[in-house]
Antibody, heavy 122, light 107 residues
Framework: EVQLLESGGGLVQPGGSLRLSCAAS????????LSWVRQAPGKGLEWVSA????????YYADSVRGRFTISRDNSKNTLYLQMSSPRAEDTAIYYC???????????????WGRGTLVTVSS | DIQLTQSPSFLSASVGDRVTITCRAS??????LAWYQQKPGKAPKLLIY???SLQSGVPSRFSGSGSGTEFTLTISSLQPEDFATYYC?????????FGGGTKVESK
């Protein structure tokens, strides 16, 4: 079955750290760019970060650049998001999403995980 | 960053209605636009890519049009399962942005 499954969410203190994981199955993992997209409670969608299929290139939203690090292990078919120095405004459901391969520079997302909730609070 | 403005933010409609949602980009994005449907507690689902191409498995009552800065998503005959929130997304730039969303509610 083609799917993405996030894990690692939970409660983290401001200034702490947390690592999210996304396990993929059912497609050739290393072929596709992957992204993290988040959704604060009751709010809209916000793209967070993306990584190329090989892992060579990474991209970040201004709101997380310098604090979050995206990575992938193609041998384990797993995507990661290392969250450092999180803030209250980082509280959200974090989705991993697979590139639909319809863009020249950016990505649309044809496969999404169920999401994992991150709550930043003391 | 490329800003996307969706209108309306909320829409009340009945089963069988024709529904149109607009998405305007702050600069030209050619046809690099996607539409998603999101139901409460669920992940978004890709409906339309490249502004007007129907994603596999999506009912043909959904259609998209437009290019440049103005785009529309149309549901030709609203079905009970279509009550949801809809988002547009641009992929012209690697700095991906989404519209604010349009919630389609039952009248």
């Amino acid at each position: 079955e083609v799917q993405l499954l996030e894990s690692g969410g939970g409660l983290v203190q401001p200034g702490g750290s947390l690592r999210l994981s996304c396990a993929a199955s059912g497609f050739t993992f290393s072929t596709y760019a992957l992204s993290w997209v988040r959704q604060a409670p009751g709010k809209g969608l916000e793209w967070v970060s993306a990584i190329s299929g090989s892992g060579t290139y990474t991209y970040y939203a201004d709101s997380v650049r310098g604090r979050f690090t995206i990575s992938r292990d193609n041998s384990k078919n797993t995507l990661y998001l290392q969250m450092s120095s999180p803030r209250a405004e980082d509280t959200a459901i974090y989705y991993c999403a697979k590139d639909g391969d319809h863009g020249d520079y950016g990505w649309d997302f044809d496969l999404w995980g169920r999401g994992t909730l991150v709550t930043v609070s003391s | 960053d490329i800003q996307l403005t969706q209108s309306p933010s909320f829409l009340s409609a009945s089963v069988g209605d024709r529904v149109t949602i607009t998405c305007r980009a702050s600069q030209g994005i050619s046809s690099f636009l996607a539409w998603y449907q999101q139901k409460p507690g669920k992940a978004p689902k890709l409906l339309i890519y490249a502004a007007s191409s129907l994603q596999s498995g999506v009912p043909s009552r959904f259609s998209g049009s437009g290019s440049g800065t103005e785009f529309t998503l149309t549901i030709s005959s609203l079905q009970p399962e279509d009550f949801a929130t809809y988002y547009c997304q641009q992929l012209k730039s690697y700095l991906i942005t989404f519209g604010g969303g349009t919630k389609v509610e039952s009248k």
